[in-house]
């Protein structure tokens, strides 16, 4: 009756919780860096990157070339057609403001903007060559923007335009934004997601358009290439739920087929994988619950629950063969408490860690395990009553055969010196991958795109003129002024290296709008290029004494200065999104842009400019997350030792000196799988260290019932049959494209196999327990 109202109990539980988690529409998420920890920042810096991450992600940057330019502008049109599907998902940016107008809006500034090499060579007063430059401009109709003798007579408009595109690598023509450094026709068009690109109802409204305009140009000779988070997310997305549905249904198909061989009946299955689906259906419940997203590699992980759950349920359908289902409970609770309790605290560890993944990962494999265990207690001895045999004394095939194959292993502890001989190894193999054994600690590790998308990504990049280079620096100053000088300022170490070949270049806003002193500056040097080659140039030209006045009033009569507020309202202030808004710190902050590839010592320096300047901070997000991973694996590795420790204390007070019977399989499978993995990759990272723990609880829970059952053949049995289960539940994972399983399976694969081989040879018939 106990188990009765027990049992009912807990159904009602299980069912109440279920219905209350699906009234909360948790999303999925399928970000790999949503895995990752917050690593600590200024809180300017760290706002400044959720801003450039924000105007990438949400944006598609679409880029046609087609042989000549009547073919490119009529793809254009088609492409633009078929993305209008696409509203209300997306907006399309095709066109932009008249040429002539965004062309015109820097005019009235063109004496206080200059191009930096004007600005050098009036600097140095050598005023001669502008002149020259100018008369050559006149002579030759190749110059950019307004031209006019009068009002712009030494073309500094001109050599300021060409300044601008230079950074930019898409000009205005006819109303469509073409790309400068191709030498096809090429256009860019923008896609602007209204969603994040990890939304899978986003990545399935928006990806068949973008494959279908892929295919259906490419047929017409018009090359279309994509360059976005949303291509990236989408891989991602289809990777996983591709990996999740065949290591899912691999095993469901092993376990099923296995059970069935063994038992020769349906009734076995249903028992052995009842507790498991509740197990499962209450850990996706409370992790809905817990967690505003759920990551998919929680749930491909979680899939491998199977292979931990239904141990528990496997230890108890097979002892239901022998005794009626009270009596087994009797029998087999302080092995499934203690089982329990050690893989709760292996994986519990998790929780304890920064990395939401794993947080998520813990939640879900503790909660899944203890609803599976409380299953067993009180589901099966109500489900499990027919299973006893008419002669108690007879076995299941399966069981003997098993058992008299592990009869025939050796007991390590009749051999002291083989004994002594496989602890000096396993320990020197533990020394040598302390000392010796690569970290690899870089995020590229995770990276699940295919090299494809990868290299077209960058192509796409590479044509817009921005930097592969995943390094930047934030200059910040109180006010908008104040961060523009600090950025000029901070220019001349960077210019310094680009003339030492350190650096290939940058990209910074000063470069667009200088500071109001610069800007000052500027009108003052052009004051003096007038005073000096004002009459020289009228005279060459054959300017009037009437033109050459008006000429000269324009720089004399108070040029107009660009502040940040007009500048705010130009098409060019496109590329620089909010540069001039503050933060929520209160301060301003630009972010330089540098191109190329990095040498250490150009890194070296850079950092050590940025150490020595407050208003300087140079940021890597690459490296930062790497150096997260490297202090977090090392945190790992500590919690690991420590859980090894508690855990071996906690059944020193039940086993007593045969504890080591317990615990050396799954350290010496832990250190072995490890050293496998280390020489298959070339070095071991976190997520093979937290294997670890999975290989440990599992291998816990094999060492305890053995202690605890006396060599049953039943029990044997049902090590052998969760163990296979496992390596089909988990060593699937071995076999995956997507890093982070990989890391998982490369470790318990071989973990798991070398704990049930060596399991044997740890036992004895004489058992001290207390």
């Known amino acids: 009756m106990n188990f009765k109202l027990g049992a009912l109990i807990w159904a009602i539980f299980v069912i109440v919780i279920c219905l209350f988690a699906g009234t909360k529409q948790t999303a999925v998420d399928t970000s790999i860096m ?21 105007e ?270 009270t009596t087994v409970v009797r029998k087999l609770f302080s092995g499934l408490l203690l089982g329990l309790v050690s893989s709760v605290l292996a994986y519990g560890g998790l929780a304890l860690t920064p990395f939401p993944g794993l947080q998520q990962i813990a939640v879900f494999s503790a909660t899944g395990l203890i609803a599976a265990w409380l299953s067993v207690l009180l589901f099966l001895p109500l489900i499990a009553t027919k299973n006893t045999l008419q002669n108690k004394e007879n076995y299941l095939p399966a069981a003997l055969l098993l058992n008299r ?153 108070n040029p107009p200065t660009l502040s940040p507020e007009r500048w705010s309202t130009l098409a060019i202030s496109a590329q620089w999104p909010g540069v001039f808004t503050p933060h929520s710190t209160g301060e301003y902050a630009s972010i330089i842009r540098l191109k190329g590839h990095l040498s250490e010592d150009s890194i070296q320096q850079l950092q050590a400019a940025a150490a020595t300047d407050h208003n300087i901070d140079y940021v890597d997000q690459i490296a930062d997350i790497s150096a997260t991973l490297a202090r977090y694996r090392t945190k790992v590795a500590d919690w690991l030792f420590v859980a090894y420790g508690i855990i071996t204390v906690l059944l020193f007070f039940r086993y007593r000196l045969n504890v080591w019977r317990v615990m050396l399989p799954p350290i010496a499978g832990s250190i072995i799988s490890l050293a496998c993995a280390v020489f298959i990759n070339g070095g071991y990272n976190i997520f093979n260290l937290v294997a670890l723990m999975l290989v440990f609880g599992i291998g816990l829970d094999m060492g305890i019932f053995l202690q605890e059952s006396r060599g049953s053949a039943h029990t044997w049995l049902a090590v052998s049959l969760s163990t296979l289960t496992s390596l089909l539940a988990f060593g699937l994972l071995a076999l995956s494209k997507t890093p982070v399983l990989y890391h998982f399976g490369i470790i318990v694969l071989p973990g798991l196999l070398l704990i049930w081989l060596l399991s044997p040879f740890m036992q004895t018939s004489r058992l001290e327990t207390q």
């Open 34 to 54: 949503a895995l990752l920890p917050k690593y600590e920042q200024k809180p300017l810096v760290h706002e400044l990157q959720e801003q450039q991450t924000a």
């Open 56 to 325: 990438y992600a949400n944006h598609v940057f679409i880029m046609v070339s087609a042989n000549n330019k009547q073919s490119a502008r009529t793809a254009i049109s088609t492409i633009s057609s078929q993305l209008g599907t696409l509203a209300g998902v997306a907006d399309l940016t095709t066109l932009v403001s008249s040429a002539s107008t965004q062309t015109n809006a820097l005019y009235p500034y063109r004496f206080a903007l200059l191009s930096e090499p004007v600005a050098k060579k009036l600097q140095k007063k050598d005023y001669d060559s502008q002149f020259r430059s100018a008369l050559s401009k006149l002579l030759s109709p190749m110059g950019a923007g307004k031209t006019d003798p009068v009002q712009d007579p030494f073309f500094l408009y001109s050599d300021m335009l060409l300044g601008q595109t230079m950074n930019v690598q898409v000009k205005i023509e006819e109303g469509l934004l073409r790309l400068t450094n191709i030498e096809k026709p090429s256009y860019l068009l923008v896609l602007e997601l209204h969603k994040n690109p990890f939304d899978l109802p986003t990545q399935n409204q928006v990806m068949p358009v973008l494959q279908s305009i892929k295919q259906q140009m490419s047929k017409q000779g018009v090359n279309v290439s994509y360059s976005g988070l949303l291509l990236h997310a989408a891989k991602g997305a289809e990777q996983a739920k591709f990996e999740i549905s065949t290591i899912g249904l691999g095993s469901i198909l092993g376990i099923v087929i296995i059970i069935i061989l063994v038992f020769r009946r349906i009734v076995p299955l249903l028992q052995i994988l009842l507790p498991v689906m509740v197990g499962c259906l209450v850990a996706v419940a409370v992790t809905s619950l817990w967690f505003e997203r759920v990551h998919l590699i929680t749930i491909a992980f979680g899939a491998g629950l199977v292979g931990v759950a239904v141990d528990y349920s496997m230890h108890f359908v097979c002892e239901s063969y022998l005794h009626t289902g």
């Open 405 to 557: 194959c592990k009869e025939t292993f050796p007991k390590l502890d009749q051999f002291p010196k083989v004994a002594s001989l496989f602890i000096i190894a396993i320990a020197t193999t533990s020394l040598s991958l302390f000392f010796w054994a690569t970290p690899q600690d870089s995020v590229r590790l995770l990276q699940t795109s295919p090299p494809s998308l990868l290299k077209e990504d960058q192509q796409v990049q590479q044509a817009l003129g921005n930097s592969v280079n995943s390094a930047f620096l934030i200059v910040s100053g109180n006010s908008a002024e104040a961060m523009l000088e600090n950025e000029e300022l901070f220019r001349l170490q960077l210019d310094a290296l680009i003339q030492n070949d350190k650096l290939v270049g940058y990209q910074a806003i000063s470069q667009s709008i200088p500071s109001l002193q610069r800007q000052r500056q500027n009108i003052d040097l052009v004051k003096q290029l007038y005073q000096a080659k004002l009459d020289s140039y009228a005279q060459a030209i054959g300017l009037s004494a009437q033109q050459k006045a008006i000429a000269n009033n324009y720089v004399q009569e």
